[in-house]
């Protein structure tokens, strides 16, 4: 005699779909499995925690620079470099330096504020207008403005790493503009040209995986229009852009 089967036992069980990743998830998601990370994302775009945790760290790194180090030596060190100054009268000079050293740390905090919200802003337009362009995507702005947010979590590593640079280096070798030695720029002589600096200073392994994330992020936001490596191409074209205008910035009015 056949056993009947019950209604629970003929009906194929649903597929449990896969849990929503929180912020901070995602955070550490990015870094060590992006894919499914950025999956999400684009499901459910944010941006404020991972803009958040940047700024904070980048807040802390500049108040911890100014308890070890002081503005005042860094400044000295950059007045030594700018030939202008080397034409001011000591008199002159002291006066130069007591005013930068009174104002440069609001600038740089208030930089850091504006720029933690602003770039990633502008990047993600530009970026949006790039693969809308190139690859005929059709990707909103708040997607992509989440990718960007969370493509520049290998910063946080940076941050994490000056902070710690911050503590065990002694307050005389440190370099602001090189703390983690990441790029060829930070091998460069102090009196290389500013040009072939910046230019070297662009090739950093944080920004390479920066870059890597966004073309990850962008082609996970299309997969049918844009793959890995055309989503990696793009990128590199946009950032190739902006190093050489900065370059030829630099180089053209210093």
Request: hydrophobic share 55%.
């Amino acid at each position: 005699m056949a056993t009947p089967t019950t209604p629970e036992s003929s009906v194929p069980l649903a597929p449990t779909p896969p849990a929503k990743m929180n912020d901070f998830a995602r955070v550490a998601g990015v870094l060590f499995n992006p894919r499914a990370t950025f999956q999400d994302i684009v499901e459910r775009p944010s941006w404020l925690v991972p803009l958040a945790l940047l700024l904070v760290l980048t807040v802390a790194v500049i108040a911890l620079f100014g308890q070890r180090v002081g503005w005042r030596p860094f400044l000295e060190k950059q007045f030594d470099k700018d030939p202008r100054i080397s034409q001011l009268s000591p008199e002159d000079r002291d006066k130069a330096m007591d005013r930068a050293v009174k104002f440069t740390p609001p600038i740089v905090y208030a930089a850091a504020v504006i720029g933690t919200f602003i770039a990633p802003i502008v990047v993600a337009a530009v970026m949006l207008l790039a693969f809308n362009l190139l690859a005929s995507a059709r990707i909103n702005f708040k997607t992509a403005f989440a990718i960007v947010a969370f493509s520049w979590m290998p910063y946080l590593i940076h941050g994490l790493l000056s902070i710690l640079l911050l503590f065990l280096k002694s307050p005389d070798s440190i370099d602001l503009e090189h703390l983690v030695a990441s790029n060829p720029g930070a091998f460069l002589s102090s009196d290389s040209a500013k040009w072939l600096m910046t230019l070297g200073t662009a090739f950093d392994i944080f920004t390479i995986w920066v870059i890597a994330l966004l073309a990850l992020g962008f082609s996970t936001a299309e997969p049918k229009k844009i793959s890995f490596a055309k989503g990696l191409t793009i990128v590199a074209i946009v950032w190739a852009i902006y190093v050489a205008v900065k370059v030829g910035w630099v180089g053209a009015f210093s």
